[in-house]
């Protein structure tokens, strides 16, 4: 499990694209998403590193 905190993550929308992003990177993983708290849970197999760039390639660069 993989723990983000995404500062620029501010609404539904964002959520969206970060969830959106996250797939793209790894079609598999399991997302939960905590917007009050801007932070996003990955499961996934995929390297954190590779996760954390297609964040910030969406535009939302982990904290």
Not at 21 to 27: E, G, I, K, N, R
Request: proline fraction near 8%.
């Amino acid at each position: 499990m993989h723990e983000f905190q995404l500062p620029d993550m501010t609404c539904g929308h964002c959520a969206g694209v970060v969830g959106k992003a996250l797939h793209l990177a790894d079609p598999d993983c399991k997302i939960q998403v905590d917007l009050p708290a801007r932070k996003v849970s990955v499961r996934s197999n995929e390297d954190r590193d590779l996760l954390a760039e297609a964040l910030t390639d969406a535009g939302y660069p982990p904290a």
